[in-house]
């Protein structure tokens, strides 16, 4: 048995590596960097969650911390979105299946549209 056979079940996830065939490298090594990308910006969403409270910024503290809890919970879709987007891409690279759409997408969106609104109202006032 060729080392190239034995590596799906010896790699993790076995759910995403035992399906198809290995892709293109190309194609897997863009994969994990828009994971990376995802990772990324949960990392700046959280960030900003915790420096909105640290920092004290200058609106009302009830608006404070909910623009602090809007931000960390888009870290944690986004984060989401890096692991879920991940797997349905390599699956689908391995199984040469369309590429997948991501579902977290619009709800970051509307999180970050709220957050500005909050923002800019909590400013104004």
């Not at 010896?10 to 590596?17: E, G, H, Q």
């Not at 994971?35 to 960030?47: E, G, H």
């Not at 911390?65 to 870290?75: E, H, P, R, T």
Request: charged share 15%; hydrophobic share 55%.
């Amino acid at each position: 048995m060729s080392g190239r056979e034995d590596t799906g079940t010896r790699r993790f996830p076995t759910a995403v590596y035992g399906a198809g065939e290995d892709p293109d490298p190309r194609f897997s090594l863009a994969n994990e960097r828009t994971f990376l990308a995802w990772i990324r910006t949960a990392l700046a969403f959280l960030a900003g969650g915790l420096a909105v409270e640290a920092l004290q910024v200058p609106i009302a503290t009830s608006m404070r911390g909910a623009i602090a809890v809007l931000l960390v919970l888009a870290g944690i879709a986004a984060s989401a979105q890096a692991w879920t987007g991940w797997i349905r891409t390599e699956k689908a690279l391995r199984c040469l299946t369309p590429l997948p759409s991501s579902g977290l997408k619009l709800p970051i969106a509307v999180i970050l549209g709220i957050v500005a609104a909050a923002v800019l109202v909590g400013v104004v006032l």
